[in-house]
């Protein structure tokens, strides 16, 4: 018998505790190279990564995207924010991509695998989508890092539509950029964990 099992709405999820977040202290935002092989030298040590990437969001039907802007990958501890206007740090980027050594698990990554694809133009490796194992574990078919969250912690994953929708090209990140970044793949590190236990 094939059974579904059920995925919290949003009423349930609202009356859950609030999952605890990275703070500051354990984002680090990565601009040139040598700050990303520092980074890459610290993930090397992880056989797993959360990951994710932000783009500039276009609002207009004919605008092409030219992101990722960012590239976000976290352990259980701490997360590394990378922008990619340096090239130097572009490259580092792309190799970590396109390493199969190390599986990097998110939500909903078809769209950022086609534009790495185009502006690193690296193949990405041991990218790990979320929502396979869900769906492989008789959920519906788009769990979400919200609804996972909620299902295997039973806590409440705050996600801002300020910073989703704010402009991830800015040289200067803000701090909520940062938090909501790095949060999006330190939450995929611990989904990804628990799922593996």
Same mark, same amino acid.
């Given at each position: 018998? &094939?059974?579904?099992?059920?995925?919290? !709405?949003? =009423?349930? *999820?609202?009356?859950?505790?609030?999952?605890?977040? #990275? !703070?500051?202290?354990?984002i680090?935002?990565?601009?040139?190279?040598?700050?990303?092989?520092e980074?890459?030298?610290?993930?090397?040590?992880?056989?797993?990564?959360?990951?994710?990437?932000?783009?500039?969001?276009?609002? #207009?039907? =004919?605008?092409?995207?030219? !992101?990722?802007? *960012?590239?976000q #990958?976290?352990?259980?501890?701490?997360?590394?924010?990378?922008?990619?206007?340096?090239? @130097?740090?572009?490259?580092?980027?792309?190799?970590?991509?396109?390493?199969?050594?190390?599986?990097?698990? !998110?939500?909903?990554? @078809?769209?950022?695998?086609k534009?790495?694809?185009?502006?690193?133009?690296? =193949?990405?490796a041991?990218?790990?989508?979320?929502?396979?194992?869900?769906?492989?574990?008789?959920?519906?078919?788009?769990? @979400?890092?919200?609804?996972?969250?909620?299902?295997?912690?039973?806590?409440?994953?705050?996600?801002?539509?300020?910073a989703?929708t704010?402009n991830?090209? &800015?040289?200067?990140?803000?701090?909520?950029?940062?938090?909501?970044?790095? &949060?999006?793949?330190?939450?995929?590190?611990?989904?990804?964990?628990? #799922?593996?236990?």
């Amino acid at each position: 018998m &094939n059974t579904t099992l059920p995925t919290p !709405g949003k =009423e349930e *999820i609202a009356l859950l505790p609030e999952f605890e977040r #990275l !703070g500051l202290d354990r984002i680090v935002l990565v601009t040139n190279r040598a700050q990303a092989i520092e980074a890459s030298a610290a993930l090397r040590d992880h056989p797993a990564w959360g990951f994710d990437t932000e783009s500039k969001p276009t609002f #207009l039907k =004919e605008q092409v995207s030219d !992101g990722p802007h *960012i590239v976000q #990958l976290a352990t259980l501890n701490r997360a590394w924010v990378f922008q990619l206007h340096d090239t @130097g740090c572009r490259d580092v980027v792309a190799g970590l991509l396109s390493t199969d050594a190390h599986t990097k698990a !998110g939500f909903g990554l @078809g769209d950022d695998n086609k534009r790495i694809r185009s502006k690193l133009a690296v =193949e990405p490796a041991g990218v790990l989508e979320l929502n396979a194992i869900f769906r492989a574990r008789g959920y519906r078919k788009d769990m @979400g890092v919200k609804g996972a969250v909620a299902v295997l912690f039973q806590q409440r994953f705050i996600k801002s539509k300020k910073a989703a929708t704010s402009n991830w090209a &800015n040289a200067r990140l803000s701090e909520a950029q940062l938090v909501y970044a790095a &949060n999006d793949a330190y939450a995929a590190a611990r989904v990804f964990a628990a #799922l593996r236990v």
